[in-house]
Every structure is written in structure tokens, then in C-alpha cells.
């Protein structure tokens, strides 16, 4: 009897664990960080903003390489999920081609900006990569 218990117990287990998809590792010293614009500087729409990544390289996404990744801008937004594929709207930029900066329209006002790097379907590391969040300024 105990082990039809253990037996229904790991199928069941094994039918879970293979339906959730664990999460890419990243190495711990990587960073990602916005090297422009920069935390409170006024700026002028379209504004070129440039990613920086220290400690991991850059993947388009759908490519299994270890120790890399790909860019995701967040807009006037909260942090996403961190254990779900990252949202793809006005708010959350994909980068999946493996650029490292972008041209982005913005209306006039403040508006912040963050960056998190996402693995090959676009879910985010762990641990997760973020940048700090910074506020910016269009004139």
C-alpha cells in the first residue's frame, strides 16, 4: 500500500514539476543599468535610451545560451511578475532582437524607466536582473 502511495505521490509531483517552467539562472554578480538618460535629467521625446549589463552577455530571445539574456524596458510601470513571461505592451518594452538601446516616443512630463533582462521566453532570471528605477523629464 505505501508504495502505490509513493508511486501516485511522485507521478503526481513529476506531472506538476514538468508543467512549470523553472527559471533561467543568472550569474550573481550581473547587472543591468541604464546608462542613458540619467536618473533626473531633462530630456526631449524621442528619447535614446542606452542599457548597460555588467556580468552576463546578450541573447536574442528563443536562444539557449547560459549567462545571457535580453533587454525589457519597463515604462511608467511596477516591477512584473518575476516568475512569469514578462507583458508585452505600451508599458513593457521587449528587446528580443538583442538590442541595447532604443529610440522611445514619451509625452511630455515625467515618466520613469527601469530595465530587466528576461532569459530566452521573455521570464525573468533568478535572481532577477533590474535595474534601479529612474524618473526622466520631457520637454
Not at 25 to 54: N, W
Not at 64 to 80: M, V
Not at 92 to 100: N, R, Y
Amino acid at each position: 500500500e505505501m508504495k502505490i502511495v509513493f508511486a501516485i505521490t511522485f507521478s503526481l509531483l513529476t506531472l506538476f514539476s514538468s508543467n512549470t517552467q523553472a527559471q533561467t539562472p543568472a550569474p550573481t554578480d550581473a547587472e543591468v543599468y541604464l546608462i542613458s538618460p540619467l536618473d533626473g535629467e531633462t530630456v526631449t521625446s524621442p528619447v535614446i535610451v542606452k542599457f548597460g549589463l555588467h556580468g552576463m552577455g546578450v541573447a536574442p530571445a528563443g536562444m539557449d545560451k547560459a549567462n545571457t539574456g535580453h533587454h525589457h524596458l519597463i515604462i511608467d510601470h511596477d516591477l512584473p511578475a518575476l516568475d512569469k513571461p514578462i507583458p508585452m505592451d505600451s508599458n513593457h518594452k521587449h528587446f528580443g532582437g538583442g538590442q541595447t538601446e532604443a529610440s522611445i516616443a514619451l509625452s511630455p512630463g515625467k515618466h520613469t524607466l527601469q530595465l530587466i533582462m528576461g532569459d530566452k521566453t521573455h521570464i525573468p532570471h533568478t535572481p532577477p536582473v533590474i535595474s534601479e528605477k529612474i524618473t526622466i523629464t520631457v520637454k
